[in-house]
């Protein structure tokens, strides 16, 4: 049984510089007439309570989204992990879960797969493996980690795979859904994405929704390229 939506809260990861996007604020950059943070929180918002948004700048902008914006307390872009330690300061549900702003797709059973994975096992969280590489922004996690998180971030830590294997966070199988995880780094991503949802295949089918067998060996691989959206 997943995780109730009260127990969670959404975090929407959209605090970093897109520096391979010439500076431009990828949440709000359109792919197919909409921001990408608008393709996110339609398919994040209904599997959680409520959602907060990690942004260090634009404020109004993701706050017409609907959802309350919280920015970095610490200074210099200190990447996700700092957003998702001032998502974990104004949240007061047991658990997070997080999400990029720049991978518009996220799979529609992210929580149920997540827990299922850390509940076999008891660990304090769960991120996502997409077959290739770990995907460490897409995690769930216990809000009782965050003294260990503001304790990381306070030696200088910023990987974020680095910290949530070091709290004993167990990896969940997504190699049967690898293009939830397709972000957007450059112009020629958006447009091939665009494309995509502009017309999709006629075969398309969410994958995250079919049954699944038992879910193959994990291969490590290296850490995502997720900066930071």
């Not at 634009?58 to 307390?73: I, K, L």
């Not at 795979?161 to 997504?174: E, H, I």
Request: glycine fraction near 8%; hydrophobic fraction near 40%; aromatic fraction near 4%.
């Amino acid at each position: 049984m997943s995780l109730p939506p009260h127990a969670l809260t959404g975090v929407l990861l959209a605090g970093g510089r897109g520096l391979r996007m010439d500076g431009r604020d990828k949440g709000l950059m359109a792919v197919a007439g909409r921001p990408m943070a608008a393709w996110v929180l339609e398919r994040l918002s209904p599997q959680v309570e409520r959602v907060l948004i990690s942004a260090n700048r634009n404020g109004p902008a993701y706050a017409a989204f609907g959802h309350p914006v919280v920015g970095d307390a610490i200074t210099g872009h200190a990447g996700p992990l700092a957003g998702l330690s001032a998502a974990l300061a104004h949240t007061d549900t047991p658990w997070v879960i997080t999400c990029p702003c720049d991978c518009p797709r996220p799979p529609q059973d992210l929580v149920a797969r997540l827990e299922a994975a850390r509940r076999r096992t008891g660990a304090p969280a769960a991120v996502a493996h997409d077959g290739t590489r770990l995907q460490p922004l897409f995690a769930l996690l216990a809000s009782a980690l965050h003294p260990d998180l503001q304790e990381h971030l306070r030696r200088g830590g910023r990987r974020a795979g680095d910290w949530f294997l070091a709290q004993g966070a167990v990896v969940a199988d997504f190699s049967d859904h690898p293009q939830a995880f397709d972000n957007i780094n450059t112009e020629a991503d958006r447009r091939r994405l665009e494309a995509m949802l502009r017309d999709p295949p006629a075969s398309a089918t969410d994958l995250s929704q079919m049954p699944r067998e038992d879910p193959p060996a994990i291969r490590q691989g290296p850490s995502p390229t997720h900066p930071r959206a």
